[in-house]
């Protein structure tokens, strides 16, 4: 018999046999940008004027539709481990890990940096919605994170971003929806000299490109050559985390 | 070009003759240059045309439309006679035209042409780096003069976000222009009490302590727009030709290179800055303007301010014998200065009757000839290449009216000080309001706009003391209204007055005719002079606007910087009237100066064109040849044509593949939406024409929306994922505008249903596997699915995992008619599992199939295409699709139908028509007519009743078909129709539009 699975508890017994083989499906997975890691790696330059390029790979992330201070919103809150940020702009929670961006009033993207996505990412949510409006959507796959680094990316982001990037307007830890040049991304300061930019899975070959071509500039002193940190480009999210601070 | 009118002799290759003093020029650097051929030496700092003018050579070619010989007229943007064409300098550069001699610096071997005015565009690709810039500002400041560094001075101590704009290659704007040292006679220019050159070079040195200064050289602001959004054109070119030149990490080298090192470098050439400015000080000077004598264009006759500029900033004598023609007091700076220089000033003629206190003491200082109540009245030019060799004086009357032949007096150039124009077309691309000041002879800003200031020269206040303190009070109050305050400090000068101007509009004679006074010249650029103006105003114009259009006046590359208010005043003086405001002014428009489109293009060329869409199967669609189609963004495949095989033979080859055995297909593009809550079926319903309410869980329905009229709107396969859970699936274009549809309708209509909706087009890879044997490929790659038709039945879905693990949602939809799966996986696994969809299907010689196939076979089973097929005057029940229309229910458009005109039975139908000759394909788009009608020009329009919308070889039936929306059509079955087919026409049966498995027996397999 197929398994035809329309409830929570049988999709939770398919998830254990899953889990299993998390390695094998590790090797059948590709992320939107990983034809352009070695590109990326080759563009990441430190110094004076540092800039590098990599993509967060097979993050985390869940779509949330709820009215904040409702019981969706806190059996979410609950479910997640998180607080809802509650105004455009605000990003709660932790860069490094799990973290939480706003998308409009009743709109937002949950994102866990610091492991990938297994199947099943949304039961928990899911569960803690029963009988309550909202809804939690796993949209791991459905954009990607490029994380835009060093000490010239303001530079590069704001060739082809409207938005005022200043730190007195976009300090860390604030997110927006915009265009980056004709795509639409969320933007997202993520800390100090970095920025995440989260294009759409079709459009991260042409915003990988992009940026990289904004940052060629920057490169034109013998970049190629310095290749610090680039080797984390796709390793794995722990070790991203760390070199993070 | 014209080269007998360049002037012959070895002065050209003579080095660069220059005076002792110069302040904008670097001695200890030569560079060469050649311009026509000809070679030429000049020193960094220079521009072509202050390199050439030392190099004897001030004539530019000849005029565009009167072959006229012209000279350099200014020093500036507003130059309107020497434009040159530039060649490539640097690999991957090409040639760039009309660029004005007095803007471009000298580089080492650059090579120019002097045009007649007219450009050629380069056909070579330039491969030179152009960017944009965006950027948001407190407090934006508009030119570099002295106003507008003392307002950047106050507005940046502040902490203000403050960017100061120039399109100069060095800060001080009419300041450069000055000797920079003390002249006796002269004004007193110095500020604070130190040299106006010291004062600047520390004012700018102060900004790089100030965090928040950006101040940009060569930068010039060329449209002004609401909420103050600003666009500027930075050019590098020269950094970037001596970076290139000399190697990488070569300085600009002069003084006036970027004083801000954190953002320009070598490598972009030009850089288009998009402002945006809580305020805005314009601080942009004024032009000066000739005079409109007869024979007034000849080399050698060149703004008065140009000449002082040649002489101070770059040590160049303009001429040898200078008569200066003034209407106002500015050029007695000049002769100031010229005396000083040792320059011969044969006479000094001035239009006012009365020496004004300026006057006489620098004329008292220099021992000069004043002739006052005079001007000049015509020229001769008998030196090299057409240059003035002598000026004609006359007396003036009280009308301005010249009385006879006057003086004869030698000279080899004539500086025209014919008064400023304040440029005020920032503040007039806002429709600022502007007014006519009559005693400095000037248009200047009535009131600024809203959070703006205007501050110098603009307001044609021309004194240094007035500039620096209007500048910085605004600079202070700009930055005070953005909420930076800081205490305020007016830099000193010494106080300046000076008399009234006497401008003269028009020199003639008593007994002048106006329609011949043809060298009276305007306009040099578009060789329009008195006589085109009289002759538009006899032909009944009166409108300035109406005049510039018929002229021609003012639209050239210069956009009549030094024409605009000559031509205001020649038609104000033929109407008989004083008041040039009472004629007014042309609308200012952006540009202020030319602007590349290279650079408005920036880096959207080639492959960064636009964003090509592209799925996690992409790379495969690649490698194996395929030709794709351009959807809704995306790159789809269209067909994958095999080694010879052009596009309908893969399409037939395809078709069939599919038909007979197994074919697949990416099918990732369509929208996605995911839509929750406990009123999601009572949504759905109102939302398709269909009902979703009572759709079992795990099965899937197709359904159609409509717009409030009642037409196709978008339609897809619904699946109910759970009681409360759905996924829409939408058409590859429509995804975004049907999200916002739901959305809309959720918000604005029916806010208290519990439905919430999440776009998750790109969380999931869609591989489509079709045919007969497709239940073979799917039954490998799914071992733990039961994929017979007793219990996967068709419309159901189910999830699974895959061989590797891998998660799926499979469902059984066809589009084709025939036994079709689609396998649903996380985007991230789509190339493996489209990989060994491949694989599993191998045996079966499974066959990739692109969009072209999709729309055949949907065709050969009369399905339609929205946007193809519908154009938005198309109901369900004209598309044959009665069927999908819920009788019982509400929903959006249902109103509609029972409008008479949606109602009636003869509307436009879709039907199937197969040419009667079973060979020649219908044109898709081409009108049918009634059998018989006439079709030539003679027997009038041609009524048509219908047109083709899909047009196919068919791989199944092995003949064209097509579908058609025609007039009453299903009540036409069987009739003969007609189609123009390659200039002929074709019989056309009516059918119906299912031509293929009409009862659907393949569908199960």
């Known amino acids: ?245 | 070009m014209t080269h007998s009118a360049r002037p012959s002799g070895s002065t050209h290759l003579s080095g660069p003759t220059r005076l002792d003093h110069a302040t904008g020029i670097d001695r200890s650097r030569h560079i060469s240059f050649s311009v026509d051929g000809q070679q030429h030496t000049g020193f960094a700092g220079d521009t072509i045309a202050s390199a050439l003018i030392a190099s004897g050579r001030i004539d530019c070619g000849a005029s565009t439309y009167l072959g006229r010989s012209r000279g350099i007229l200014s020093a500036g943007i507003e130059e309107s006679n020497a434009l040159v064409r530039v060649k490539g300098r640097i690999p991957g550069d090409v040639s760039e035209s009309m660029l004005p001699a007095t803007r471009v610096p000298i580089t080492e071997g650059l090579e120019a042409d002097y045009l007649s005015g007219l450009g050629i565009l380069d056909p070579g690709q330039d491969e030179l780096v152009y960017e944009h810039k965006h950027i948001h500002v407190d407090v934006l400041i508009v030119g570099a003069g002295p106003a507008g560094l003392a307002a950047a001075r106050e507005a940046g101590k502040s902490g203000a976000r403050t960017l100061l704009l120039d399109d100069r290659s060095a800060p001080g704007g009419s300041l450069l222009s000055s000797p920079g040292r003390s002249v006796e006679g002269a004004l007193d220019e110095s500020i604070d009490e130190v040299p106006a050159p010291e004062w600047i070079e520390a004012t700018v040195n102060g900004f790089a302590e100030a965090e928040e200064i950006t101040y940009r050289p060569n930068t010039t602001v060329f449209g002004s727009y609401d909420s103050n959004f600003f666009v500027a054109l930075e050019d590098r070119t020269r950094e970037l030709v001596e970076t290139e030149g000399t190697g990488s990490g070569a300085s600009a080298g002069s003084a006036d290179s970027d004083r801000d090192d954190t953002a320009s470098r070598a490598g972009t050439r030009q850089r288009v800055w998009h402002i945006r400015a809580k305020q805005v000080v314009l601080a942009t000077g004024a032009h000066e303007r000739p005079i409109v004598f007869a024979d007034n264009d000849r080399p050698g006759i060149m703004l008065a301010s140009a000449v002082r500029t040649y002489l101070n900033r770059f040590g160049v004598a303009a001429g040898q014998r200078i008569a200066i023609a003034a209407t106002n007091d500015s050029a007695y700076e000049l002769l100031a200065d010229l005396h000083a220089a040792g320059i011969d000033v044969p006479a000094i003629i001035d239009s006012r009757a009365t020496a004004s206190a300026m006057a006489e003491r620098v004329v008292d200082t220099t021992g000069t000839r004043l002739i006052l109540g005079s001007t000049v009245t015509g020229t001769a030019g008998e030196g090299p290449a057409g240059r003035i060799s002598r000026v004609t004086v006359a007396a003036l009357d009280e009308d301005a009216v010249a009385a006879g032949h006057g003086e004869d007096i030698d000279v080899d150039l004539l500086a025209v000080a014919g008064g400023f124009s304040p440029v005020i077309h920032l503040h007039g691309q806002r429709r600022g309001p502007i007014v006519w000041r009559a005693d400095i002879a000037a248009f200047v800003p009535k009131t600024p706009v809203r959070d703006q200031f205007t501050v110098g020269a603009i307001n044609g206040d021309y004194s240094l003391e007035a500039a620096l303190k209007d500048g910085a009070e605004a600079g202070n109050a700009a930055a005070n209204r953005s909420g930076f305050a800081a205490a305020l400090t007016v830099p000193k000068a010494a106080a300046m007055t000076f008399a009234p101007a006497r401008p003269l509009w028009l020199v003639t004679s008593a007994e002048d005719d106006h329609t011949a006074l043809t060298t009276h010249f305007i306009d040099f650029q578009r060789d329009q002079s008195v006589a085109d103006v009289q002759r538009a105003m006899n032909a009944g114009m009166r409108s300035v606007e109406h005049i510039k259009r018929y002229t021609s006046i003012s639209t050239g590359g210069d956009q009549g910087k030094t024409s605009a208010v000559n031509a205001i005043g020649a038609i104000t003086s033929i109407l008989g009237e004083t008041d040039l405001g009472s004629v007014g002014h042309t609308t200012f428009r952006a540009p202020f100066a030319p602007v590349p489109f290279a650079a408005l293009a920036g880096r959207r060329k080639g492959e960064l064109f636009d964003p090509a869409r592209i799925t996690a199967i992409h790379p495969w669609h690649v490698a194996h040849g395929a030709e794709f189609e351009d959807v809704g963004g995306w790159k789809r495949p269209w067909y994958y044509p095999r080694p010879g095989e052009d596009m309908e033979a893969a399409v037939l080859r395809e078709g069939k593949a599919v038909r007979e055995s197994v074919g697949f297909q990416d099918a990732s593009t369509l929208g996605k939406i995911e839509i929750r809550g406990t009123d999601a079926g009572e949504f759905l319903g109102q939302i398709y024409t269909n009902g979703f309410k009572k759709l079992g869980v795990g099965k899937g329905r197709y359904g159609l929306m409509c717009t409030p009229d009642g037409m196709i709107f978008d339609d897809g396969v619904t699946l109910r994922v759970a009681e409360d859970r759905y996924l829409m699936t939408t058409t590859t274009g429509g995804a975004a505008t049907v999200l916002e549809w739901l959305e809309e309708w959720h918000q604005t209509e029916w806010p208290h249903l519990d439905v919430v909706f999440t776009s998750v087009t790109e969380q999931w890879s869609t591989v489509a596997v079709a045919g007969p044997r497709s239940r073979d490929v799917i039954a490998k790659i799914a071992p733990n699915l039961d994929v017979s038709n007793e219990n996967f039945e068709f419309m159901g879905f189910r999830e699974t995992t895959l061989a590797g693990g891998i998660p799926a949602r499979i469902c059984r939809i066809s589009f084709s008619g025939e036994l079709a799966f689609e396998v649903n996986v996380e985007n991230y696994y789509g190339l493996a599992v489209w990989e060994a969809v491949a694989e599993a299907g191998a045996e079966f010689d499974i066959t990739p199939y692109g969009t072209e196939v999709m729309h055949v076979l949907r065709a050969e089973k009369g399905f339609i295409i929205v946007g193809q097929d519908t154009d938005g005057t198309v109901t369900p029940q004209d598309a044959g699709m009665e069927w999908i229309v819920s009788k019982f229910k509400d929903f959006i458009g249902k109103r509609s139908y029972s409008r008479i005109d949606t109602a009636r039975e003869d509307r436009k139908h879709l039907v199937g028509v197969l040419p009667v000759d079973g060979t020649t394909r219908l044109a898709e788009g081409a009108q049918l007519i009634t059998s018989g009608t006439p079709v030539t020009p003679e027997a009038g329009p041609v009524p048509m009743i219908g047109h083709v919308t899909s047009s196919y070889m068919s791989p199944s039936l092995d003949r064209p078909i097509g579908l058609a929306f025609v007039e009453n059509g299903r009540n036409r079955t069987g009739e003969i129709i007609q189609s123009p087919v390659a200039g002929s026409l074709v019989d056309v049966e009516i059918t119906s539009p299912v031509f293929y498995d009409p009862e659907g027996n393949r569908r199960d397999g």
């Not at chain 1, 563009?43 to 390029?53: F, H, I, M, S």
């Not at chain 1, 927006?176 to 969320?186: A, E, H, K």
């Not at chain 1, 995440?196 to 915003?207: K, L, N, Q």
């Open chain 1, 1 to 245: 018999m197929a398994d035809t699975t329309h409830t929570t508890e049988h999709r939770q017994r398919q998830l254990r046999t899953v889990e299993s083989s998390a390695e094998a499906l590790d090797a059948l997975r590709v992320s939107p940008g990983a034809h352009l890691a070695e590109e990326m790696a080759t563009a990441t330059k430190a110094g004076a004027d540092a800039v590098g390029l990599r993509e967060r790979v097979f993050a985390v992330q869940l779509g949330l539709r709820c009215t904040p201070r409702t019981a969706s919103a806190e059996a979410l809150e609950s479910a997640l481990g998180i607080t809802l940020p509650t105004q455009i702009g605000e990003v709660t929670g932790d860069e490094a890990g799990l973290y939480a961006l706003w998308l409009s009033p009743d709109e937002f993207l949950v994102v866990d940096v610091s492991r990938r996505q297994r199947p099943g990412e949304t039961l928990v949510a899911e569960a803690s919605l029963e009988g309550l409006p909202g809804q939690a959507v796993d949209l791991s796959a459905n954009r990607t994170i490029l994380e835009l680094t060093g000490s010239k990316a303001r530079e590069v982001l704001e060739k082809s971003v409207r938005t005022d990037l200043h730190p007195r307007a976009f300090g860390v830890s604030t997110a927006i929806s915009t265009q980056l040049g004709t795509v639409p991304v969320i933007l997202h300061h993520s800390a100090a000299l970095e920025y995440r930019v989260y294009p759409r899975a079709s459009f991260a070959d042409f915003t990988v490109r992009w940026l990289l071509d904004g940052m060629a500039e920057f490169l034109i002193d013998g970049g190629a050559a310095d290749l610090a940190g680039s080797t984390s480009a796709i390793g794995t999210a722990s070790a991203e985390a760390e070199s993070r601070h």
